[in-house]
């Protein structure tokens, strides 16, 4: 009874959104990168300098120090 998450580190969400804004499972579908219908964690690797909303099913706690950091915020759906 494993959940598969599709993982996304902080770094490439500092990518895909250079400007920041509000991240979602849809938004990240739309950049092409998770695929849709999976759950989706956020992990810890990288730096993000820019403050992004994330919602994910779940994150890692260095994930969540990293993004509240940069000014951002996270919501587990």
Do not use: M, W
Not at 28 to 48: F, H, Q, T, Y
Not at 69 to 74: E, I, L
């Amino acid at each position: 009874f494993r959940v598969e998450y599709q993982v996304v580190n902080v770094a490439r969400l500092a990518d895909l959104f250079p400007n920041g804004g509000e991240v979602t499972p849809d938004a990240l579908v739309a950049v092409g990168a998770v695929r849709d219908g999976s759950p989706v964690k956020i992990l810890g690797n990288g730096e993000v300098g820019v403050a992004l909303q994330v919602s994910a099913h779940a994150f890692s706690a260095s994930a969540k120090a990293k993004i509240e950091a940069a000014g951002g915020s996270v919501t587990e759906l």
